[in-house]
């Protein structure tokens, strides 16, 4: 974050040369707040991100035994902070284990709130559990066995509808060609594919004349997109996995219920070098909390070795989010400029021939000497 921070900070002052600044405020989540308040998430914390609209935030820890499921899930859902929000797209000049990987450039939209990150779950043999398998094989005709552990995945309308509406809102305000649908309905019909057939009633009644679905242009136009509507499709989870490997071209924006995304998001990001190199935003209607998508690494904090790319990335698309495009731009130039160069944290330099490993502050330090350098791609 120290690193990040200074980076940000420099591209403001690069861009609007003291007409615009950043005024830092530190809330606390995790083990540090748990040492300054005696609790793990303050209401302090909640009631500043809600104040002041947009947040960005490093890796935290949730403990084991600590009464969360995850400080992040919490955040995320007491926010309401529905979409996660992922652009994935490869730099040039990142170790990559494909041959191709800058044909992959798609931004995830995972649902945030609902599905089996929900939390509805029971322990197996507990009271609870065994009432509601009782209830279930009774009333309900299911067959599960007596000592399952059990657990509740929602997909509502309105939350599925909302996704799927700021997905396609993304894909038009950024000129996008298409928003895939991605599930698993083939087999969860009322749940997955409920999902599906809600993003299609979404594309058709809010979005008529911006989208444009495959089958329609197969039945009408002959196969051929026409130039403006957006195309919305839908692919099964499984099949998306494969299809992003062997035609990662083919898809732009991706929107898709909350475990698809969990493992798709990762499995994308791998091809361009690693959650490392991938940013994060949580935003609902009114709030945004802006994150790396990787998670914490205790062994490395406070080392100065760790890679900030992640975490700089999620700031520029902070900046973009408060409409500081210029901020942002210099950043992730900077960025792509500095791997060119081969200054890279050690994460990176292993995999790379002949590159000796920089801290995470000399890293930093390169990326804003490299501020306003536009990359040689």
């Known amino acids: ?16 040369d003291g007409r615009r600044r950043i005024v830092w405020m530190e809330v606390y989540a995790g083990a540090k707040s748990q040492a300054k308040y005696g609790q793990l998430l303050p209401e302090e914390t909640f009631e500043a991100i809600r104040k002041f609209v947009v947040a960005i935030k490093g890796p935290i820890i949730t403990p084991v035994g600590a009464g969360y499921r995850s400080l992040n899930v919490i955040l995320r859902q007491e926010l309401d902070l529905y979409a996660c929000v992922r652009p994935v797209r490869y730099i040039v000049g990142v170790p990559s284990p494909m041959r191709d990987p800058e044909k992959v450039d798609v931004v995830i939209f995972r649902e945030n709130t609902e599905d089996v990150y929900a939390g509805y779950e029971w322990v197996a043999g507990s009271d609870e559990a065994r009432r509601l398998i009782a209830y279930l094989n009774r009333e309900l005709g299911t067959r599960i066995a007596p000592h399952s552990a059990i657990g509740i995945k929602p997909m509502s309308e309105f939350g599925s509808k909302r996704l799927v509406r700021k997905a396609i809102q993304y894909a038009i305000e950024h000129r996008r060609k298409s928003v895939t649908l991605v599930h698993k309905g083939n087999i969860m019909k009322y749940t997955e594919g409920a999902f599906c057939e809600w993003g299609y009633q979404v594309a058709r009644e809010e979005f008529a004349d ?3 679905t495959e089958r329609e242009i197969h039945d009408h136009y002959d ?40 493992y ?15 940013p994060g935003a949580n935003i609902g209607d009114h709030l945004a909390l802006f994150e790396p998508t990787h998670g914490s690494a205790p062994k490395h904090a406070g080392l100065d070795k760790a890679n900030p790319s992640s975490l700089i990335l999620s700031g520029a698309l902070m900046l973009e989010y408060l409409g500081w495009n210029e901020a942002a731009d210099l ?4 960025l792509i400029r500095t791997i060119q160069r081969k200054v890279v944290t050690y994460d990176l330099a292993r995999q ?13 330090a390169t990326v804003i000497d490299n501020l306003g350098f536009p990359p040689s791609l």
């Open 210 to 212: 911006w989208t444009i």
């Open 1 to 16: 974050m120290r690193a990040a921070r200074r980076v940000l900070d420099a591209a403001v002052q690069a861009a609007y």
């Open 264 to 278: 798709l998001s990762d499995a994308i990001a791998a091809q361009v070098g690693g959650l490392g190199m991938a």
């Open 331 to 334: 950043i992730t130039d900077g």
């Open 223 to 262: 196969g051929q997109v026409p130039e403006r509507p957006i195309v919305i499709k839908d692919r099964i989870a499984d099949n998306m996995f494969q299809q992003m490997l062997t035609r990662p071209a083919e898809y732009d924006v991706i929107a898709t219920p909350n475990l698809n995304g969990d």
């Open 352 to 364: 790379m021939s002949n590159v000796s490993p920089v801290k995470t502050s000399e890293f930093a």
